[in-house]
Nanobody, 122 residues
């Protein structure tokens, strides 16, 4: 089993930055793809970014490309999401996910964190 715990969310003004962390425990996730999704009230869960087990391959949603950066430290069993130039439309609960398959589809992930709230004020 894999347990994921997100941290780093909060309230920030538009144009600001936040860095989210997702710490894994239970077993190593060094061979797992790791992804970030987000979900705003009344909306479907949305793909944000994914990183391969080695960190060598990444993909981003068009809405965050150029502003967000996903990275990982396998020695620390942790994945990060650096979010710059934040916009009010980035407001959502951000969730970390892990699984062996590299995918941008939320239904392909078996392991999820509880989420961390990001609120961007205008």
């Amino acid at each position: 089993q894999v347990q994921l715990v997100e941290s780093g969310g909060g309230l920030v003004q538009a144009g600001g930055s936040l860095r989210l962390s997702c710490a894994a425990s239970g077993r190593t996730v060094s061979s797992y793809a790791m992804a970030w999704f987000r979900q705003a009230p009344g909306k479907e869960r949305e793909f944000v970014a994914v990183i391969s087990w080695s960190g060598g391959i990444t993909h981003y949603a068009d809405s965050v490309k150029g502003r967000f950066t996903i990275s990982r430290d396998n020695a620390k069993n942790t994945v990060y999401l650096q979010m710059n130039s934040l916009k009010p439309e980035d407001t959502a609960v951000y969730l970390c996910a892990a699984d062996r398959d590299y995918s941008g589809s939320y239904y392909r992930y078996n392991y999820w964190g509880q989420g961390t709230q990001v609120t961007v004020s205008s």
